[in-house]
């Protein structure tokens, strides 16, 4: 079975942090995806990545960035936390060109007070 | 960015009663994909769809994916407490385009 790992469940930061998220796949996968999902607006995409060293913009990339260093670990970057970067995060897999379904993590709800 | 109409947005049902939603989208997609999502949890793949017309279950689950491309539907039978959660519908352009979600029909069962 394929998992998604999100290095953690729970997150609360201060204002004014950087904060890491940290996602690895185990099954080889090309692509890999950050989303935020927020009540009444869904998932939105943040940033998604094709290969190593390699990232796109999503819809709402503002103060986040990402870095792939590794096929198996894409890690979103909260530059500076924000109060309303309170959300859930979560991180997804695929595996390419033919079976192109994802595969999520069990998320990470980040509190920024 | 887009986002797929998908209706209803939430729906209340007994029991043991069928369930039914779909996804609409103005335009072409070449997979369709409906996930589940507990509270606090990741969504999970409950039937992927890669042909238009392509009518797949998944035990009480079944998905059709239209033949304009454009929609998709899911149909839970006999619903039991543990269907309760979020369902999402997404479709992909092809090969490495993200997913476009829609927004999610909350479903309460009523033992």
């Known amino acids: 079975d394929v998992k998604v790992t999100q290095s953690s469940r729970y997150l609360v930061k201060r204002t004014g942090e950087k904060v890491f998220l940290e996602c690895v796949q185990d099954?080889?996968?090309?692509?890999m995806f950050w989303y935020r999902q927020d009540p009444g607006l869904g998932l939105r995409l943040i940033y998604f990545?094709?290969?190593?060293?390699?990232?796109e913009k999503g819809d709402i990339p503002e103060g986040y960035s990402v870095s792939r260093e590794k096929k198996e670990r894409f890690s979103l970057i909260l530059e500076s936390a924000s109060t309303n970067q309170t959300s859930m995060y979560l991180c997804a897999s695929s595996g390419g060109q033919k079976r192109t379904e994802a595969f999520f993590g069990q998320g990470t709800r980040l509190t920024v007070v | 960015g887009q986002q797929l109409n998908q209706s209803p947005q939430s729906m209340f049902i007994q029991e043991g009663e069928d369930v039914s939603m779909n996804c609409t989208s103005s335009s072409i997609f070449n997979t369709w994909l409906w996930y589940k999502q507990d509270p606090g949890e990741g969504p999970v793949l409950l039937i992927a769809?890669?042909?238009?017309?392509e009518l797949t279950s998944n035990g009480r689950l079944t998905a059709q994916f239209g033949i304009t491309r454009k929609d998709s539907f899911l149909n839970i039978s006999a619903s039991i407490p543990s269907d309760v959660g979020i369902y999402f519908c997404a479709g992909q352009f092809g090969g490495n385009t993200p997913l476009v979600f829609g927004k999610g029909t909350r479903l309460s069962v009523i033992a």
């Open positions: 990545s094709y290969d190593v060293k390699m990232k």
């Open positions: 099954m080889d996968h090309e692509n």
């Open positions: 769809l890669y042909k238009a017309g």
